[in-house]
């Protein structure tokens, strides 16, 4: 087998592998007079079929096997050879001469074809010894607590039925059976039975809860609302509907004790057991929203520091991802590029900056990870999928054993945590300065899209 490299441009290299027909016609020999100790064909003894019997029966299938076998043998010998990091699996090109491939296909030629391979970039070798950042925290005060533990008891309110002449009004709570309308017809999802509505909570659409203000038992009443334009429901996203609304109760809302009977209820001893609970809970969401943060300030530092040509393919399949959520969200909620003051042309290129920069961080923590001998230990990715196949009850086995048989599935579990500890990696070598901030500025919302990177290995 002869391999030349024909081209090398950027990450991309061709590479032209001719396998002469004297090594092709050996392979297919061999194949079949292997094959004639295994097959049992009718008027011959096992193993005793002339090979030009068994080239008309299986000549075009041992020929097909041989080349698929020659060309795998090619992109092994060209990765090994080369030393090459493959950013994607290598494309295999024949001539577009018809006649010629025939020929191979028929074993009177040799085989004479191009492999084209996508190479992963050479990573820089960067100082990371002078990152500083800044990890904003949150401290977690009594009346933290006692504003979470007024929210549990407010959501576990019980409600009495009031008289029959009580006007329902803000806090009340409603039983009602509804049918809504748009453009006079029904539509999906418009009817509702003993649906509980508290007003002024504004679960509903707007119009519906405050178009059921003064409500009395047993009132039925015609309220106009109109949803959303972002709806998830793009069919019904900006349209008015009309519903048709019986009142079935009017529950006037019981007061509410922060004692030790509402912790009871959430199985708590006592109420200094539950608040010691929520505080718990408020320091696990804290500590994730800080991390998250100085995570995002990591990763903005590597992006400031590294820059080095990006594998197109990498880049295409990243930028496909991306804007294939773009496209069903706006789909879902109706918007178009021009509500967002843009245009498609325009966001195309703002994402296609975001694929480049997840794919660039991407390429880098796996480099720095891989020099750090950071491993992922089975055990992890076992908890991972207990984890994983928690989110889906009832189904917990079959998410296990769609796991267990898929390699690339397991793949993208390891990936997330290999990538964490790469984090923390990184955090255990930077300098940190810690910063109290306000509860608002801890979980203001960090832009969406740019802040994460590709599956790393």
Do not use: C
Not at 127 to 132: E, K, T
Not at 416 to 443: C, G
Request: net charge negative; aromatic share 6%; proline share 4%.
């Amino acid at each position: 087998m002869q391999v030349t490299e024909v081209s090398s441009q950027g990450l991309q290299r061709s590479y032209r592998v001719v396998f002469p027909l004297e090594g092709v016609a050996d392979k297919v020999n061999a194949q079949l007079d292997d094959l004639r100790t295994k097959v049992q064909l009718k008027g011959f003894r096992k193993g005793k079929a002339p090979i030009a019997h068994l080239r008309r029966l299986y000549g075009r299938s041992v020929m097909g096997e041989v080349i698929q076998e020659t060309v795998n043998e090619a992109s092994r010998k060209i990765v090994d050879e080369h030393h090459i990091k493959l950013a994607q699996e290598p494309r295999v090109k024949f001539p577009e001469d018809k006649t010629l491939v025939d020929a191979m296909a028929q074993g009177k030629a040799d085989l004479d074809f191009s492999v084209d391979v996508e190479v992963l970039p050479e990573i820089p070798q960067t100082d990371l010894s002078g990152i500083s950042l800044v990890r904003e925290m949150t401290p977690i005060d009594d009346s933290m607590i006692d504003q979470a533990v007024q929210r549990l008891a407010e959501q576990n309110r019980s409600f009495t039925p009031a008289d029959a002449s009580h006007k329902a009004e803000d806090g009340d709570q409603l039983t009602v059976d509804f049918t809504g309308t748009i453009d006079g017809q029904p539509f999906e999802g418009g009817n509702g039975e003993d649906i509980k509505v508290v007003l002024g909570q504004n679960s509903f659409i707007p119009g519906f809860e405050q178009g059921l203000a003064g409500v009395t038992a047993s009132e039925e009443r015609k309220v106009e609302a109109e949803f959303p334009g972002a709806y998830l429901r793009a069919d019904l996203a900006g349209k008015k509907a009309i519903f048709q609304v019986k009142v079935k109760e009017v529950a006037r809302p019981n007061s509410v004790a922060i004692d030790d009977e509402l912790a009871k209820g959430f199985n708590m001893e006592n109420l200094e057991a539950l608040r010691a609970s929520v505080k718990r809970t408020l320091e696990r969401d804290f500590a994730a929203a800080s991390r998250q943060r100085l995570k995002r300030k990591l990763l903005d530092a590597l992006a400031e520091k590294y820059s080095f040509e990006l594998p197109p393919s990498m880049v295409e399949q990243e930028f496909a991802n991306i804007w294939g959520q773009v496209e069903n969200e706006t789909k879902m909620s109706g918007k178009s590029f021009a509500d967002d003051d843009t245009t498609e042309e325009a966001a195309r290129a703002d994402y296609r900056k975001i694929a480049e920069r997840r794919v660039r961080l991407g390429l880098v923590l796996a480099d720095i990870g891989q020099k750090a001998n950071i491993t992922v230990a089975d055990e992890e990715i076992t908890q991972a999928l207990v984890e994983r196949a928690r989110q889906f009850p009832g189904q917990e086995r079959e998410v296990w054993d769609f796991y267990k048989k898929n390699q690339r599935a397991l793949a993208e579990l390891r990936a997330p945590i290999f990538e964490e500890k790469t984090v923390d990696h990184l955090l255990a070598q930077a300098n940190i300065e810690e910063r109290i901030v306000s509860r608002e500025e801890l979980f203001a919302d960090v832009e969406e899209g740019d802040d994460a990177s590709p599956s790393v290995t």
